[in-house]
């Protein structure tokens, strides 16, 4: 490999050592010491940032875009190494190591093009009306603006699409804050390479240094002075429920709350209609193994559970998928931390009450293989831990005795990230009632296609009521993802000479 990373964090452009270190942990290829973060590290990243937003929340729109159009650019432009590393790092084949670059870059030039647009400012203007009775209006201007330093949290199953540049870092830096980035210890060395880019645009761009800050992995006390320093005014993870809890609990225990914008994971339920089944089943049943087990299961959109009517074509659905994902071979998860949950999930899932194991293999280390279960609706119903996320190629089949019952089984159901109706013609009458049950679970419904894949554009959703996400009136996906990190700001009879130049 030609690049062999320093180690070191970076803070406002410079590269600073601690004196404590970890080692990574790759799939394959050579291990590296990377500094653990301190408090005082973060103190000072995030003190850069709160300086340079006294600049960089200020620039125009123009001044942003190109900013953004010059990372993509130098992330290209290390395209080979970020791949390397990557794959090495957490066990990724090398076509989605350059998918994931490819969208990196993608939303980084898609929001450049959105922020030239400038509809996101949501521009307001109610002109003053000085003879009205009995009282005169003022003149009233509105427009979104930035919040300050941003916390952002590396995602540990999207090196570079949720991590160091991804969509979280994207939308911040277009809406004008600074971000202080906290690596995970499952890619530090491709979050140095995606730094190095990064750090290369703002010089290029004249940025002022404290816009971007790595500081890389670390204890839990590095990530709790992150979202409790009294600068940072907002915080982007994706990652588990168990972590992204404690720290929105942190955010809203500041002295002053701020906003926690998590990405917790979901089962994204399937329901299947008769008629669907019965015409297409077989179709459906290896679409379905192909969605559960593509990344080996690592993906938060992964349709864990599928919902459909007991009988033959029941059966014959159940059959197909356990062929299906029988024949996938094992594929290398991205922590060993990870293939643990894995294991522990499944071995929670077999051990439940009414679940009957069809597809049993085997996870070993960091390899692992689809695990397939079915049950009934009504077992569904009174074990609460059907419900729960296994991350991983883990499926769970659930056999309801009546479109009724399926209903039912929605009506339970936790936020979701995603639910999908698998329905023909004949089924929408049924489909009709369960719309407005399942607008109410997820952020995104989907009709007669797979959960997997996220298209970064402008009516995208992926965030859902809790715990899905922490907000559910947020997307952590497509250009309004920049509204996380805006605010409303009225001015009342404000001169033009001091408004904002979007304003005039």
Not at 371 to 389: F, G, I, P, S
Request: glycine share 10%; net charge negative; charged share 20%.
């Amino acid at each position: 490999m030609s690049f062999i990373p320093h180690g070191k964090h970076s803070i406002a452009g410079q590269l600073i050592s601690s004196e404590n270190t970890f080692t990574s942990s790759p799939a394959s290829g050579e291990a590296y010491n990377f500094s653990v973060g301190t408090v005082d590290q973060i103190n000072k990243a995030v003190e850069a940032a709160e300086n340079a937003f006294l600049e960089y929340g200020y620039t125009s729109r123009e001044t942003r875009a190109a900013f953004l159009n010059a990372i993509a650019d130098e992330i290209e432009a290390r395209g080979d190494d970020i791949t390397k590393m990557g794959c090495a790092e957490t066990g990724l084949p090398e076509g989605r190591l350059v998918g994931e670059r490819g969208r990196t870059c993608s939303q980084l030039r898609l929001f450049a093009e959105h922020l030239l647009q400038g509809e996101y400012l949501d521009k307001r203007h109610d002109k003053a009306l000085p003879e009205r009775q009995p009282l005169p209006r003022p003149d009233l201007r509105l427009m979104q603006r930035p919040i300050g330093p941003v916390a952002v949290f590396g995602a540990s199953n999207f090196p570079l699409a949720f991590s160091t540049a991804g969509g979280d870092t994207a939308a911040a830096l277009a809406a004008g804050c600074p971000v202080i980035v906290k690596g995970h210890g499952a890619h530090p060395g491709t979050a140095e390479i995606v730094t190095d880019a990064i750090n290369q645009a703002v010089k290029k761009c004249a940025m002022p240094a404290g816009v971007f800050s790595l500081i890389q992995g670390g204890n839990r006390e590095v990530g709790s002075a992150l979202v409790k320093h009294p600068l940072i005014k907002a915080v982007g993870f994706t990652g588990s429920l168990q972590g992204g809890r404690a720290l929105f609990d942190l955010c809203a225990a500041r002295p002053e709350p701020i906003p926690f914008f998590g990405e917790l994971g979901s089962v994204n339920p399937m329901f299947l209609f008769p008629n669907a089944v019965s015409q297409r089943g077989e179709a459906l049943a290896k679409g379905w193994a192909t969605s559960l087990s593509m990344g080996a299961g690592q993906f938060c959109t992964n349709p864990g559970i599928a919902i459909l009517l007991a009988g033959s074509f029941g059966d014959k659905f159940l059959s197909v998928a356990s062929q299906s994902l029988a024949s996938v071979p094992a594929q290398t998860m991205l922590t060993m931390g990870i293939a643990d949950a894995y294991r522990a999930g499944q071995k929670r899932i077999a051990d439940t009450t009414g679940v009957r194991e069809v597809l049993s293999t085997s996870c070993y280390m960091r390899d692992a293989t689809p695990y397939l279960y079915a049950t009934t609706a009504k077992d569904w119903l009174n074990n609460e831990t059907l419900a729960e996320e296994v991350f991983g190629p883990l499926g769970v089949v659930v056999f309801a005795e009546s479109v009724d019952e399926m209903l039912e089984v929605a009506k339970h159901l936790d936020g979701q990230l995603t639910c999908t109706l698998h329905i023909d013609d004949a089924d929408i009458s049924d489909a009709k009632s369960f719309l407005p049950v399942l607008e109410r679970k997820a952020g995104r419904i989907l009709a007669n296609s797979f959960p997997t894949g996220v298209e970064v554009c402008d009516s995208m959703v992926h965030g859902g009521p809790y715990p899905a996400s922490t907000n559910f009136g947020a997307t952590s996906v497509g250009t309004m993802s920049i509204r996380r990190f805006l605010r409303p700001v009225c001015y009342q009879d404000i001169p033009s000479s001091l408004l904002p130049e979007d304003l005039i």
